[in-house]
């Protein structure tokens, strides 16, 4: 993957990606010369066209016009923009659902829901797969030879509004895919516990999708309900790329993910998919951490992308239009976001949109150019941050440097959050976001990996949350420990196999032997209660009775239902150590823990710089780059040796004093 990046790379003249979403349909062709020459003024290299332009390629069903797109390919190449092309699959026209309305989204409670708003047709519909496949087909042989296209956009943000249809065709879909899973009922029984309330299948045409019930609805069934969805969007990502890669062999192909935003598409599986991985991140306005959760999606991207760098393929340069209040950015938040996602791994730096839309439902959604034009601080900030990117050309392909991996599992996720668990307070992000933030103020930069990745390289892998886990996943886990390595499991870990079966014999089942302990009984919390811990700091939701079989209690339970029983421990296991948090620590307290792992393991941050300020080094063959980023409101000192190579800094003492709320980056002088 790192290669396609590479060449995406050598094809953009040595330089960073630069752009957005371009949506010229929305516009008339006077505005497409000013678009290309303001394009060229921002340092715009890349831009991704086409991705709703699906009702003007075909405004009727079967006759393809490709004018506008071949006049605005044209007029980009003429100006040296490359492109990023979709194959407008994301949002079919009118003329679709009034042929099709089988081909509506049906929600579990049965409700049919129309057109008028995008991603409208239902993942499993054979009529959507087979019109999508149609102009798919048109657009790779019209454009697979043309000078501007870089890269193929397959769809757009695969099942953000439309991953899960009840309707009859996706029943006949789930049942399909069940029976490629399980080949017979008996196993598909046993898989789904059907013994419990008289569930038992007789029949594969009784077995349906987790459609509205009067009472809880079969676990098994609901997590191969989410399992199915992902895989029926991602069938239809395959059949595209099918056709791209027939008809257009030399270019890559990539989609745009969502990370952590988006919870039923299991990321790593598209990512095995792509010649690139591409994501999208937006900050959630109300949260005043939002920085610290682009970081976890940056390296949750570098993850997916095996390590290797990635493209950031949507963010925004100031407020979206969909949350409930849509805080416009600061004065530099923008570039440090977007030099974030840089240091991070980022070889790519796009937004939604190019330029603002007047009409439609995403006209108060910030852009490149907004609807002031030019005279606007954001058209400013855009421009300023394109001529920064050309100086942090030798940026791009360098490695980040990460000691530790965080294993994040989408299925891992789906299970723990089903219906009927022991407190609904366990939520999947809440853990891997507390978790990540302790790391992230301490300074250390980790990969989000999935547990089956290699971890033999990493000095200490952290467990947040692993309910769900596969035996060959748990045993890499145990192995890895085994060999001398370093690892901190969350609670409520290792619980359940792949079915959601509860690993008998003791929890925390398939880590039992890992950790060294028992837990006699899960002591879930009330809404907001706290129990001390007898070092004096707390913890919420969750703690447990713990028989020690090895390990030891570092810390233990002050109050609560395990008071005076083990709360933190350490087990010596193998070469290794693997620690176990019983509970949800308060922040600072995590940030101890994690901290002493880190100790114990060998990993040091970057570089030792003041709390809320962010330092992630990248690598390349020549030289490495130091990105300090202050997300602080004072003035910080920070050690660095090497060149500053932009943003402000003041010389300092065997450092530099950076600005708040600035970013720069130095190019490190070799040995220091
Ligand atoms: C997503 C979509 C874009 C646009 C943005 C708005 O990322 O891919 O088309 O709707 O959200 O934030």
Avoid at 288 to 300: E, F, G
Avoid at 457 to 478: E, F, G, K, W
Wanted: aromatic residues 10%; glycine residues 10%.
């Amino acid at each position: 993957m790192s290669d396609v990046m590479a060449r995406l790379t050598a094809r953009l003249g040595g330089m960073i990606a630069y752009g957005g979403d371009y949506n010229p349909e929305q516009w008339p062709r006077e505005v497409w010369k000013e678009d290309a020459r303001l394009m060229r003024e921002a340092g715009v290299n890349l831009v991704t066209v086409g991705v709703f332009s699906w009702a003007w390629i075909e405004p009727r069903p079967g006759r393809y016009e490709f004018g506008f797109l071949d006049e605005v390919l044209g007029l980009l190449h003429e100006h040296g923009i490359a492109v990023d092309l979709a194959t407008a699959t994301a949002s079919p026209p009118p003329w679709f659902l009034a042929r099709h309305p089988e081909a509506m989204p049906v929600t579990a409670e049965g409700v049919r829901l129309w057109h008028g708003s995008r991603q409208g047709f239902c993942p499993s519909s054979p009529a959507y797969a087979e019109a999508a496949g149609r102009l798919v087909e048109q657009l790779a042989a019209r454009y697979a030879g043309h000078p501007a296209l870089a890269l193929w956009h397959v769809h757009n943000e695969w099942g953000n509004h439309n991953a899960h249809c009840f309707c009859d065709a996706s029943a006949a879909a789930f049942r399909d895919w069940l029976r490629e899973r399980y080949g017979d009922l008996d196993a598909l029984n046993d898989a789904w516990g059907t013994a419990f309330w008289s569930q038992r299948y007789g029949d594969w045409a009784e077995v349906m999708p987790p459609r509205a019930t009067p009472a809880f609805r079969n676990p098994g069934q609901q997590l191969d309900y989410w399992r199915f969805s992902s895989d029926a969007l991602l069938a239809l990502h395959r059949a595209e790329a099918a056709v791209l890669r027939r008809l257009s062999p030399d270019v890559p192909i990539t989609t745009n993910l969502m990370g952590t935003l988006e919870k039923k598409v299991d990321g790593f599986a598209f990512a095995r998919e792509c010649d690139l991985v591409a994501v999208d991140h937006y900050l959630t306005a109300a949260d005043p951490q939002a920085h610290i959760d682009l970081s976890l999606n940056a390296d949750l991207a570098r993850g997916m992308a095996g390590g290797g760098p990635w493209l950031l393929m949507e963010h925004s340069t100031s407020a979206v239009n969909w949350q409930p209040r849509n805080i416009a950015k600061a004065p530099g938040e923008m570039r440090r976001n977007s030099l974030a996602h840089l240091a991070r791994g980022a070889d790519g730096i796009m937004y939604f949109q190019w330029r603002q839309s007047r009409a439609g439902a995403e006209k108060w959604h910030s852009a490149m150019l907004p609807h002031g034009g030019t005279a606007t601080t954001t058209w400013r900030a855009v421009r300023d941050l394109g001529a920064e990117l050309r100086t942090l050309r030798p940026v791009a392909g360098g490695a980040v440097e990460a000691e530790v991996a965080m294993l994040f599992d989408w299925h891992a996720w789906w299970a723990l959050e089903l219906e009927a668990r022991p407190s609904v307070d366990v939520r999947y992000l809440d853990l891997i976001r507390h978790w990540y933030a302790a790391l992230w103020r301490g300074g250390v930069t980790c990969d989000v990996v999935h547990p089956g990745t290699d971890l033999s390289r990493y000095r200490l892998v952290l467990v947040p949350s692993q309910y769900l886990v596969t035996d060959a996943d748990a045993a890499s886990l145990c192995r890895y420990v085994e060999d001398g390595g370093h690892a901190v499991v969350g609670f409520f870990s290792g619980v359940a196999d792949e079915r959601d079966h509860v690993r008998l014999g003791g929890h925390p089942g398939a880590y039992r032997g890992l950790l060294g302990l028992l837990v006699d009984e899960f002591l879930p919390l009330r809404e907001k209660e706290t129990v001390a811990l007898d070092d004096g700091t707390t913890g919420t939701v969750w703690s447990e009775r713990i028989v020690l079989e090895g390990a030891q209690a570092v810390r233990t339970f002050a109050s609560g239902p395990a008071a005076g029983g083990p709360a933190l421990t350490r087990h010596a296991h193998g070469r290794g150590t693997a620690w176990y948090v019983a509970t949800r620590p308060e922040a600072d307290a995590l940030e101890r823990i994690l901290m002493d792992a880190c100790g114990e393991a060998g990993v040091t941050p970057a570089v030792s710089a003041p709390g809320g300020v962010e330092a992630v080094r990248r690598a390349g063959a020549d030289s490495a780059h130091l990105f300090v980023m202050n997300h602080t409101d004072e003035t910080v000192f920070v050690p660095v040796r090497g060149t500053v190579v932009t943003g402000a800094a003041r010389p300092a003492d065997g450092g530099v004093e950076v600005a708040p709320g600035e970013v720069v980056v130095v190019r490190e002088t070799a040995g220091a």
